[in-house]
């Protein structure tokens, strides 16, 4: 009898003190994104290492602008555009990371769109989510068309924002339903750009979206990036192209440690407040910006190679807000 | 023949029906499309079990501790993200563990904090006051842990033993008193030993493990079972070696104590909390002269066996050294709280054998010096604690 209660409790014991062990695998050796070499016979834990299956795509994202449904009524360009809300998604924001996202058009961020000075822009709004959701577009509109006092219901609710594109510049817009800060902080935002009459010269144009992720919901993200899964474009580096004017539409759309950065290697820009002057602010290599501001960045590599751009907020950067760009003579794109 | 068969059929029935029932029940309730019992989405929980911190790496032990499957998505020191790779895989089932390998650069004495996050975004993390490099057995660790257990275990037990020749020369009265106070010295022990356990089961250990009730359960599993051998030895032996019978089962009890000082000190030594390994170590060679007290007076109405007073010494000092090694080199809360449960249920196995030793006496248990004895005995052993 008291063997069988020693027996017992021995085997209980080892049961909780000794992990289980799995029959040994082959080793594998990789290079992380940070330069060390780990050997393995297990799985890796690395945000650029496995395979990326997540639904939003960062490449597509940075240089994908909607310029709607065009046509023309007294003489003036109309552009409308439709934008569906939804709140019941769960997608992988960084591999193995899955995370319920609010969206507009299915995805974080939302669609960039885009419209000269002067357009008359339309954007149906149709809220398929489960909760009240509106949007908010920064810049010129009337009081009826804000996005705050005009609440669209779930399920199929509806609403047409309509206004006079302007003015021209890099503007964000979100939901602006309370509590607000849940709202944006789950993905429900995107860009509006509005092109001044004269155009700006020719450029290799592309957006980033400088967002973030609170995944256990301590008001903390978890998560930065540009364009939302964090270290995307140091594992997918940009291709650009030596001695073409590269120009950014950047905006920062942070919740909680809302102060972010955009540093970059080896080279300066002009920055573009907002983008509504013509005229550049500052040549640099960093910029600040608080939660919602924006603007434009221009530069032109000399010459050919890896150059990093990051949030100096080394916090953010090390937390996946940190990407390459690839310099090369010819990109193939 | 044939009617004991079918009795037997008949009872094997009877225990199997009951049972039969109670699964039926517990699918119906719990099984898959059972909707009576519904408290919501189960929350998935992570345990960081170890930290060590090696050569150009900080080492992980995770623990699933929650009800549902997790696979582990990410891992971060200080909450920076930090590439790494986990054994066997990511997966982890129920209570099942896994090594978390992060290539990290780490400063020694700087505190950490180590975080992992699964896939639903949680994050959970560790902190390490000092980081200290990882213990790894080596001839000189592995001999100065016996010379600490030594230290600590052995020679002050054998001090205590130096007592015997001013017990043997004590009136009856006397006698008891002191038999009473080595009663309150180890019903202090044992109480210390079960408050240490509940300490790092509410620490160290996930509450998936309910730690307070393993040492319950181990305590009174473990004093059962020495009651049970003890008596047997008892009975075995003629009346004369009755008194070194107590007195070798005093001396094991006291040895499973010791094992769960040793783990202590070898466990504080392997974690890197240096001052407290050392409160430990001063601590536990003071206390343990008191020890070889409680061996000597049960023995004490014989003629002096200086063999045998030696040998029972080691026997309850030299656990201090395997506790030390293993507290040292494989330190696990659970392991740690089950060595101390042990330590405990030993130690009220002896007090409940010095007693019904004490009942012999005509007086019975309940006399002035049995119980002025046990006062004092935990006084003493209370005053040295706040002391140390």
């Given at each position: ?54 639904e939003i795509?960062?490449?597509?994202y940075?240089?994908e602008f909607n310029y709607g449904r065009t046509s023309s009524v007294d003489?003036k360009t109309v552009r409308e555009y439709t934008i569906i809300a939804e709140d019941d998604k769960v997608m ?8 319920n996202v609010w969206t507009f058009n299915g995805t974080v961020p939302g669609p960039t769109i885009r419209a000269t000075e002067g357009d008359w822009v339309k954007v149906k709004f149709i809220n398929m989510g489960s909760k009240t959701h509106t949007i908010h577009f920064h810049g010129f509109h009337a009081a009826e068309m804000d996005g705050v006092f005009e609440p669209v219901g779930p399920g199929g609710g509806q609403f047409t924002y309509e206004f006079e594109a302007g003015p021209a510049g890099v503007h964000p817009y979100h939901c602006h339903v309370m509590p607000l800060e849940e709202h944006i902080s789950h993905g429900l935002y995107g860009v509006y750009i509005v092109d ?11 957006v980033?979206v400088?967002n ?16 939302t ?20 539409y950047?905006v920062?759309i942070?919740e ?18 907002t ?16 939660q919602g501001?924006r ?39 | ?388």
């Open positions: 009898m008291l063997f069988a209660i020693a027996a017992t409790a021995t085997l209980a014991a080892l049961y909780f003190v000794y992990p289980i062990t799995s029959d040994a695998k082959e080793e594998k050796i990789f290079v992380t994104h940070t330069g060390g070499v780990i050997k393995t016979s297990g799985d890796v834990l690395d945000p650029i290492y496995t395979a990326q299956t997540v795509d960062p490449d597509k940075l240089r003489g992988e924001i960084s591999p193995g990371v899955f995370y001044p009459k004269k155009p700006r010269p020719p450029a290799d144009e592309m980033m400088l973030g992720f609170d995944t256990d919901f301590d008001a903390e993200n978890n998560f930065y990036g540009a364009n899964i964090p270290f995307y474009y140091q594992h997918h580096p940009i291709q650009i192209k030596k001695g073409e004017l590269v120009r950014i950047v920062n942070l909680f440690d809302q102060i972010n950065n955009f540093h970059l290697h080896g080279n300066l820009y002009h920055y573009y407040p983008g509504t002057y013509s005229v550049p602010s500052a040549f640099t290599d960093m910029i600040t910006l608080s501001e603007g434009i960045m221009e530069f032109t590599y000399d010459t050919p190679g890896k150059f990093m751009f990051h949030a100096h907020k080394t916090e953010f950067a090390e937390k996946g807000w940190t990407g390459l760009f690839l310099v090369q003579d010819e990109v193939v794109q | 023949m044939e009617s004991t068969k079918t009795s037997k059929a008949k009872i094997a029935a009877a225990g199997i029906i009951p049972l039969v029932l109670l699964s039926a029940m517990i699918v119906y309730l719990f099984g898959p499309g059972a909707e009576l019992v519904n408290f919501g989405t189960p929350l998935p929980n992570i345990t960081i079990e170890r930290v060590d911190f090696v050569e150009s790496e900080i080492q992980v032990t995770a623990r699933n501790t929650g009800p549902i499957d997790v696979s582990i998505a990410q891992a971060d020191v200080n909450d920076r993200i930090q590439p790494a790779a986990i054994e066997p895989d990511k997966h982890l089932a129920r209570f099942e563990t896994a090594l978390v390998r992060i290539p990290y650069s780490w400063n020694e004495a700087e505190p950490y904090e180590i975080g992992l996050t699964i896939n639903d975004g949680t994050r959970f993390a560790h902190s390490v006051e000092a980081a200290a490099p990882a213990i790894k057995p080596s001839i000189d660790l592995v001999s100065y842990f016996a010379v600490i257990g030594t230290y600590v275990g052995i020679i002050p037990v054998l001090i205590g033993l130096l007592w015997f020749p001013f017990i043997a020369k004590m009136s009856p009265a006397k006698y008891k008193f002191f038999l009473a106070l080595t009663a309150g010295l180890l019903l202090f022990l044992g109480i210390d030993a079960i408050e240490e356990g509940m300490e790092i089961s509410a620490e160290r250990l996930s509450g998936a493990f309910n730690g307070q009730l393993l040492v319950a359960t181990v305590v009174v599993g473990s004093f059962v079972g020495l009651y049970y051998v003890s008596e047997k030895l008892v009975s075995r032996v003629s009346s004369a070696s009755k008194s070194v019978a107590i007195a070798l089962m005093v001396s094991i009890g006291i040895g499973l104590h010791n094992l769960g000082e040793g783990l202590a000190i070898g466990a504080a030594i392997g974690l890197g909390e240096i001052a407290l390994s050392t409160f430990l170590i001063v601590g536990f060679t003071i206390h343990n002269t008191t020890e070889g007290l409680a061996i000597a007076a049960p023995m004490a109405r014989q003629k002096p066996m200086i063999a045998k007073l030696a040998a029972m010494g080691v026997i309850a000092g030299a656990p201090a050294i395997f506790g030390a090694w293993i507290g040292g080199f494989q330190y696990s809360p659970i392991s740690a709280i089950i060595f101390l449960s042990v330590g405990a249920g030993a130690i009220f196995q002896v007090i409940v054998a010095i007693l019904k030793w004490i009942r012999q006496d005509e007086q019975g248990l309940l006399s002035a010096p049995t119980a002025a004895g046990i006062a004092v005995g935990m006084i003493i052993m209370y005053v040295t604690s706040i002391l140390i």
